[in-house]
């Protein structure tokens, strides 16, 4: 990010429509919060920029370390924040997080039933489904079948459990390692792990046929 | 009865709807206003407050809404519980903003 650009992001790009209402509340309400020094326009600009750096690439890591290093892993699943901190990486101000790990007999799916509660200090914004009212409803009474949508089928035999977060509890899942990936090192491990398998509702990624 | 916001298990959920739009200039920044309004410097709001002002929103309008603009609703909700900003202050500055050429 070069700092010539900073200016023109206080600005909204050139608009592709008439503005909403919403869209002219929000401004409203920052002018107003801006004109009673309660916060600047630039604290806004860089909220959003360290909103838009965390991404499911810091939890793609974060699982890629626990499964090359057992010791890691299990600090991980004793204090997932701590842990996190190890890489470098900061979560911010807000939330417990606690990891999940699946495995051959426990699969774990995340989701916040009463709202839209997600590790999004490590991952960013959570994805609109998992704050769609229909997610929300049916995974904690269907999960196999809102799983088969997400074109995941478990075998009968694995255990399903349903992680239900709150604004002070928020969950990482740490997906199985897939097989034939021993070779592989961290970077690439990573590579294999996905938004969706960091929530539950996929695997990670087989490794590509060589 | 759940209240509305309140959906593990509510009755006739149909299927997930997986499309992923990216967030708006101005998603973004109702985001970033709001989370900046709850970190430790300001304590402007809580967590829990922004929650209960979406909790109590009428359940069609929760129904209705779009996720941000919940949080629009209900940071202008508890700015006026707080006696910071009301709601017409915020229409005066809409009508403000609107007649900038």
Redesign the interface.
Known sequence: MHDDSHDDRHVPPAPDHDPTDFEKRVEAVQALLVEKGILTADEVRRAVEEMDSRTPAQGARVVARAWVDPAFKARLLADAKAAISELGITVGFDATIVAAENTERVHHVVVCTLCSCYPRGLLGYPPDWYKSLNYRSRVVVDPRGVLKEFGLVLDPNVEVRVLDSTADMRYLVIPARPSGTEQMGEEELASLVTRDSLIGVAEARPPAMR | MARV??????PG?????????P????E??????T??????E?R?LR??EL?RA??DMEPAAY?RC????RW?HA??TL?AEKG??TRE??DR??KE??ARP
Not at chain 2, 5 to 10: A, E, L, Q
Not at chain 2, 66 to 69: L, P, S
């Open positions: 916001h309140d959906r593990g298990g509510w959920a149909g299927p997930i709807d997986r499309f992923e739009h967030l708006s200039w101005w973004k920044r109702m985001d970033a206003i989370t900046l309004l709850m970190t430790p300001k402007v967590v829990d929650r979406v909790e129904e779009a996720y941000y603009e629009l940071v202008e700015m910071i900003l202050e915020i500055k809409v903003l609107d």
